[in-house]
């Protein structure tokens, strides 16, 4: 998207300056174009961004809530070429999450091994 | 919440415009009303301070991640074009026809540049300041020295230029010295930001852009209304145009014109690459210009800020269209007023010519007296309109003299809201640059740099110190006599910032998002040839001996180019290229990583 915009700002002008010299709404075509054309073309162009951004990359929408729950997953962001690793979150204690994977634990064995002791998350 | 306070404010202010109007028709001194709409700002400024006042970190650097997108594309709007965009670029239109297009469109092209590198990815590295994410991600005090240095100076280049707009307008409209309206200024935007930091600058950026509107828009309505019975501009101008070439055919015909006058704001000229590298220079410099990526850092999501990226290229596109419109109606109005007149009668039939300050030329001298004018112009002299040289400078203020000199009749309560207007879109840029400024003072360099491990309580309160020392600083740069020359062409100082942070800034952050291999060593190369390169191209661009034997090689290569616009144009490039090669040379060394330090501080 930023090639195109690129594009835009060192052809326009090439462009403006091959325009025919005609009218369009009662102005000369050159200048519609600078005054009206180029402005649109670069809004479309970030609509247009938006839109693909919003479709291809599904991290787009998380708000600050969903970012820390998540955190403990870690994901290769598409737009930010870092390796990701597993890093603890602050704001998720330990106890709590060790108390959720053995319930979840709990929960898979359930069929097999009633003896096992229950630990509530929380 | 922040839609209906604005909604409340633009009621507030179309009801005191209709009543100053009333009270003006009922007998009110034009000076009483250009004072009154003053304190409407002042009164803004104090109410933004007050409104917004806080102690929260994060209200202080990004404005609490309240702001929504509308809001916040307008404030962006209002920071990319300021007092620029108000007071110069219709000037230079009138002045430089289709060429005058080239800063504008540079700036919205830059705008659309930056939502498209840079914004949504510093969104989500959830850092205070723009800076702080090149901290982050390469790790290195040295480069995060460098980039506040060059950082300051294109915020302090751009902050001095658009401020010196001041003085026009206070030599026009008030009777106070200009020393004295820039301490006024200063104080006044120092308050709200002192108080609210980021959060007030928000609220002053939000509540000026309503009154640039009023200002922009109601003058021109006003003139369209007069001129041809309806108050809308846009679609007044064509008619308007068409009128000014069939009076400059018939000027031809009757000798008094040359055939090249015929045509006006129909072709571009024909070395179509100083239009585009200026364009792109300007773009590159605004996309990585500091206080604008601020702004974006103060929505609630990234996808927020991407569709605040959206409201400001609207808003941007309805200035951009706006501004030809002025100029056409003021050709056309001068065209038939002036057109045939004899130089011996000027001060018979044109006396508002002599009584204006400063910013009009006729037959190439500046306007002094009517015997300069019969030498310049020759004995008997008929006048075409492209006789008259508006500086683009004093477009703005010499407007409301000028249509009212030409005989056309315009309320005060228009004039003084096309001043204030000037005035509000001069807070709006004042205060982002102000308050970017603090931030680099008080957490990149205090906290960051020195490394200083202090609370951020602390780190609030140098904020708000820092902000009454950027005013200080800010006065005696613009008082310190050396400084003068630069001062008396405002603009060429805005786009010596957009330069310095093309080339020194863009190249980093590009590094930063969109190369993962690249290191300190890489981003550090960048940013110094990117630098270097920059300065070396203005000095050129300025004609300096220094810079003589470079000036023969590149001069060739851009023409006619603006050289100050289009000077962080290759600078952007070859810090790109030297960061690059130096991110493939040198490896990147895994403790200089993010991720790295991460795993190094969970270990411990």
């Given at each position: 998207m930023a090639l195109l915009i690129l594009a835009a700002l060192i052809g326009a002008p090439l462009f403006a300056t091959r325009l025919p010299s005609n009218l369009i709404m009662g102005l000369p075509s050159t200048l519609v174009f600078l005054a009206i054309g180029m402005p649109a073309i670069f809004l479309v162009l970030a609509i247009f961004k938006i839109s693909l951004q919003h479709g291809l990359d599904r991290n787009y929408e998380l708000d600050r809530e969903d970012q820390l729950q998540r955190r403990r997953v870690p994901k290769r962001l598409k737009a930010f070429p870092v390796k990701a690793i597993d890093v603890?979150?602050?704001?998720?204690?330990?106890?709590?999450?060790?108390?959720?994977?053995?319930?979840?634990?709990?929960?898979?064995?359930?069929?097999?091994?009633?003896?096992?002791?229950?630990?509530v998350a929380g | 919440?922040?839609?209906?306070?604005?909604?409340?404010?633009?009621?507030?202010?179309?009801?005191?415009?209709?009543?100053?109007?009333?009270?003006?028709?009922?007998?009110?001194?034009?000076?009483?009303?250009?004072?009154?709409?003053?304190?409407?700002?002042?009164?803004?400024?104090?109410?933004?301070?007050?409104?917004?006042?806080?102690?929260?970190?994060?209200?202080?650097?990004v404005d609490g991640y309240r702001m929504t997108p509308l809001p916040n594309g307008l404030a962006m709007a209002m920071v990319a074009t300021g007092a620029l965009g108000y007071s110069f670029w219709p000037g230079e239109i009138f002045a430089n026809q289709l060429s005058g297009f080239t800063v504008p469109l540079g700036v919205i092209g830059g705008v659309a540049l930056m939502g498209a590198l840079f914004v949504p990815f510093l969104r989500r590295a959830d850092v205070l300041t723009p800076l702080e994410l090149l901290q982050q991600r390469f790790n290195s005090r040295i480069l995060l020295l460098l980039a506040t240095v060059i950082s300051a100076t294109a915020i302090l280049c751009v902050l001095v230029g658009q401020i010196s707009f001041l003085f026009n307008l206070s030599s026009r409209f008030t009777t106070v010295a200009p020393e004295s309206a820039l301490i006024v200024i200063l104080v006044g935007i120092s308050l709200p930001l002192v108080l609210g930091g980021m959060r007030a600058a928000s609220w002053l950026q939000m509540t000026m852009a309503i009154l640039v509107g009023f200002g922009f828009l109601l003058f021109l309505a006003w003139i369209a209304l007069d001129l041809t019975g309806l108050p809308m501009p846009h679609l007044s101008a064509s008619d308007a145009w068409t009128a000014t070439r069939l009076l400059q055919e018939d000027a031809v015909l009757r000798d008094l014109a040359q055939p090249s006058d015929v045509s006006w704001l129909e072709m571009l000229p024909a070395d179509w690459?100083?239009?585009?590298?200026?364009?792109?220079?300007?773009?590159?410099?605004?996309?990585?210009?500091?206080?604008?990526?601020?702004?974006?850092?103060t929505t609630r999501t990234a996808k927020e800020s991407d569709a605040s990226i959206g409201w400001a290229l609207v808003f941007l596109l309805a200035l951009v269209c706006t501004l030809p419109v002025y100029a056409i109606f003021l050709k056309y109005q001068i065209t038939q007023s002036i057109t045939g007149l004899s130089v011996n009668s000027l001060g018979r039939e044109a006396p508002f010519l002599f009584s204006m300050t400063?910013?009009?030329?006729?037959?190439?001298?500046?306007?002094?007296?009517?015997?300069?004018?019969?030498?310049?112009?020759?004995?008997?002299?008929?006048?075409?309109?492209?006789?008259?040289?508006?500086?683009?400078?004093?477009?703005?203020?010499a407007l409301p003299d000028i249509i009212v000199g030409l005989g056309r009749p315009v309320p005060q309560t228009m004039a003084a809201m096309l001043a204030c207007g000037?005035?509000?879109?001069?807070?709006?840029?004042?205060?982002?640059?102000?308050?970017?400024?603090?931030?680099?003072?008080?957490?990149?360099?205090?906290?960051?740099?020195?490394?200083?491990?202090?609370?951020?309580?602390?780190?609030?309160?140098?904020?708000?110190?820092?902000?009454?020392?950027?005013?200080?600083?800010?006065?005696?740069?613009?008082?310190?006599p050396p400084l003068n020359p630069y001062l008396q062409h405002p603009e060429m100082l805005i786009l010596a910032?957009?330069?310095?942070?093309?080339?020194g800034l863009f190249p980093s952050f590009c590094l930063a998002i969109w190369i993962g291999r690249a290191g300190q060593i890489a981003a550090l190369g960048a940013m110094v040839v990117g630098t270097a390169i920059t300065i070396a191209m203005m000095g050129i661009g300025l004609g300096l001996d220094q810079f003589g034997s470079l000036s023969a090689i590149v001069q060739p290569l851009i023409g006619d180019a603006y050289p100050i616009a289009a000077a962080g144009l290759p600078g952007a490039i070859a810090g790109l290229v030297s960061g690059l090669v130096l991110a493939i040379v040198v490896p990147t060394r895994k403790p200089d990583t993010i991720s790295a330090r991460l795993s190094g501080q969970a270990e411990h």
């Open positions: 603890p979150d602050p704001d998720i204690p330990e106890t709590e999450s060790a108390g959720m994977r053995e319930k979840t634990r709990e929960n898979e064995n359930a069929g097999t091994d009633q003896s096992s002791p229950v630990k | 919440m922040r839609l209906r306070v604005l909604n409340s404010f633009l009621i507030g202010t179309v009801i005191l415009l209709g009543i100053l109007g009333l009270l003006e028709r009922l007998g009110l001194s034009s000076d009483l009303v250009t004072r009154l709409l003053f304190a409407l700002l002042l009164v803004s400024l104090v109410f933004s301070g007050v409104r917004a006042r806080s102690v929260r970190t994060t209200d202080m650097f690459r100083m239009i585009s590298l200026g364009m792109l220079g300007v773009a590159l410099g605004v996309s990585a210009f500091p206080p604008l990526l601020a702004r974006a850092q400063s910013g009009l030329s006729l037959c190439g001298i500046p306007v002094s007296n009517l015997q300069e004018f019969i030498s310049a112009c020759g004995e008997g002299h008929r006048l075409t309109a492209s006789d008259l040289q508006i500086a683009p400078m004093a477009f703005m203020t000037a005035l509000a879109a001069l807070v709006a840029v004042v205060s982002a640059c102000m308050i970017s400024l603090s931030h680099h003072v008080a957490l990149d360099l205090y906290a960051k740099f020195l490394g200083t491990s202090s609370p951020m309580s602390r780190i609030v309160f140098l904020v708000r110190l820092s902000v009454i020392g950027v005013a200080v600083a800010t006065y005696w740069l613009l008082t310190w910032g957009f330069a310095i942070a093309a080339g």
